[in-house]
């Protein structure tokens, strides 16, 4: 398994799609950013948990483009033909999912580490400018976890995401449509009809209460209800590719 | 070894494959003939696990090509989708296959160089002549020093200079020992490298023969001008020898044209001409193929 992981890393290294995303995500970070340290007040700039809704905040890229960059892993192959030779290597095709699945997840970390970097590149010289500091504590530690976690379970969602779907632009364009319009929108319509508790355990707003920008569930079981989405997604992509025919 | 039995495949209303079943033995060169639609693409991905049969099974070296150990080392395929991502280079995608397969990188090297790779291997496929692709794909079927080797129209697209090539390449591959399955729609494109054929059309087997028995049917048939040609069709007839009057004292005959002389001066025939109609192997194989290939 090393080996295949190993491999879907070369895979993503090896294009220069992925120096493009690595572009966008630090440009995308940097603004937001920006934009939030700049209309705070001095004295929230220097309270901790103001500190950590922006790491938040600016993060929300770095989980997107996981999403992105790991629907492509899968789809990329079958857009190119490449998963025939792929299976031909690996004809258990549950081991190539497997590791595509990892990763994504590890991918999501990367991708929020670059973020969590940029973030705090852009506001330790305000807060030093403001002669405050970054409060870096227990509840800091935990909130970049939690950050890191959520990236990555974005990441592995995309990779059955792609499995699933594999139709490289519907997956790209749906999972954008989803997460930025439609969830937004059946989430209000289901606040208005009085379920938010069923708005709650859409996929991104699970995922947000887990990174900790979104109020509805706790952090954990925003965790809970992002990892089983994660499940679901990858078992039914298994079952779509188990006895799919490559031609 | 391969081993196809009673395979049969059905995409939506189409019977790709019927009931096919055939076998290559070890360190055989066999080509894998058929027009285009006969579903050669079709039983070839079968054999290597990527199309699921509906009924009958492959085997490759006695197992389903799932349940080899290491089918990289074991089994190599060329087939006819694109081998790489156009973006990434050829030596990159060689590396993906050999970090995947376990592989060692300095084999990289050396299939690029038995393909002849080597000085394009740093440029992206995207640039690549489709000569330069199936080299690469070539490459990628050889990574894992494989005995077995499955080829679904490698010559496709190739031009003279690299059917040429192509040629000379799966000789050497045969010289090895190697057992190979390579198809086309053109019999004279693996006529002179293959030791058997397997001809299929419609799905269904058509005829499972050594190379030399194509030869031999290819080869018996004589044409004969005579001013009497008349007697000498009922003497050839007698003989039990096909002999058909192509009019204005010319006949085509089922043998070969040293059967023909003899029993012409045996029987005191005047021949104004005796010549060998060498049906080519294309005759052949459209005759075994039928109506659709003409």
């Known amino acids: ?247 | 070894m391969i081993e196809v039995e009673s395979l049969t495949k059905r995409f939506g209303a189409t019977l790709a494959v019927d009931d096919l079943s055939f076998s290559v033995s070890p360190g055989t060169v066999t080509g894998f003939l058929g027009p285009n639609g006969a579903g050669k693409s079709t039983t070839l991905r079968a054999i290597l696990g990527l199309v699921i049969p509906d009924a009958g099974r492959t085997r490759v070296l006695g197992k389903s090509y799932a349940e080899l150990g290491h089918p990289f080392q074991q089994v190599g395929a060329i087939l006819e989708t694109a081998e790489a991502h156009p973006g990434r280079s050829g030596r990159n995608h060689l590396r993906v296959l050999a970090t995947a397969a376990g592989v060692s990188r300095a084999r990289v090297d050396d299939v690029l160089e038995l393909v002849g790779m080597t000085e394009a291997a740093g440029r992206r496929v995207k640039s690549y002549s489709l000569g330069m692709r199936q080299r690469l794909a070539l490459a990628g079927a050889l990574l894992g020093d494989p005995e077995t080797l499955v080829l679904d129209e490698p010559a496709n697209g190739l031009d003279p200079q690299g059917i040429r090539w192509l040629r000379d390449f799966l000789r050497m591959l045969a010289g090895e020992g190697r057992t190979v399955l390579v198809s086309s729609h053109v019999l004279a494109e693996v006529a002179q490298t293959v030791d058997h054929v397997v001809i299929i059309h419609k799905g269904r087997l058509v005829r499972q023969a050594a190379m030399r028995e194509m030869e031999a049917m290819a080869a018996g048939a004589a044409v004969v001008r005579s001013p009497d040609a008349a007697r000498f069709a009922s003497l050839l007839n007698e003989a039990g020898i096909d002999a058909q009057s192509m009019g204005d004292g010319e006949l085509s005959v089922a043998a070969p044209t040293a059967r023909v002389g003899e029993l012409a001066a045996a029987n005191g025939v005047v021949l104004h001409e005796l010549t060998a109609a060498r049906a080519t192997l294309e005759d052949v194989f459209l005759e075994l193929t039928g109506d659709e290939a003409q």
Not at chain 1, 16 to 22: A, F, N, V
Not at chain 1, 53 to 66: G, H, N
Not at chain 1, 134 to 156: C, K, Q, S
């Open chain 1, 1 to 247: 398994m090393t080996a295949l992981l190993r491999a879907e890393v070369l895979k993503l290294r090896t294009t220069r799609g992925l120096y493009g995303y690595l572009i966008v995500l630090v440009v995308l970070t940097g603004l937001g950013a920006a934009g939030q340290v700049s209309t705070a007040h001095l004295f929230e700039r220097g309270d901790p948990a103001f500190q950590r809704d922006m790491l938040s905040q600016s993060t929300v890229f770095a989980a997107l483009i996981a999403l992105l960059l790991g629907i492509l892993s899968v789809t990329v192959e079958w857009r190119h033909g490449t998963i025939t030779r792929t299976f031909l290597v690996t004809p258990r095709r549950w081991r190539v999912l497997a590791a595509k699945e990892i990763n994504g997840f590890l991918l999501g970390v990367g991708l929020a580490i670059l973020g969590l970097v940029v973030a705090i590149a852009v506001i330790a010289p305000v807060l030093s400018h403001d002669s405050a500091s970054l409060h870096v504590d227990g509840a800091f530690a935990a909130r970049v976890a939690e950050i890191l976690l959520a990236a990555a379970l974005w990441g592995a969602l995309g990779a059955g995401v792609g499995t699933l779907i594999q139709h490289q632009t519907g997956a790209i364009v749906g999972a954008i449509i989803w997460v930025l319009v439609v969830e937004t929108l059946l989430a209000a319509l289901l606040e208005w009809a009085g379920w938010k508790g069923i708005a709650d355990v859409l996929p991104r707003h699970a995922l947000d209460a887990l990174a900790g920008h979104e109020a509805g569930l706790s952090t954990a079981a925003g965790g809970a209800v992002g990892v089983a989405y994660v499940v679901v997604f990858a078992a039914l992509g298994f079952l779509r590719v188990r006895r799919q025919d490559i031609t």
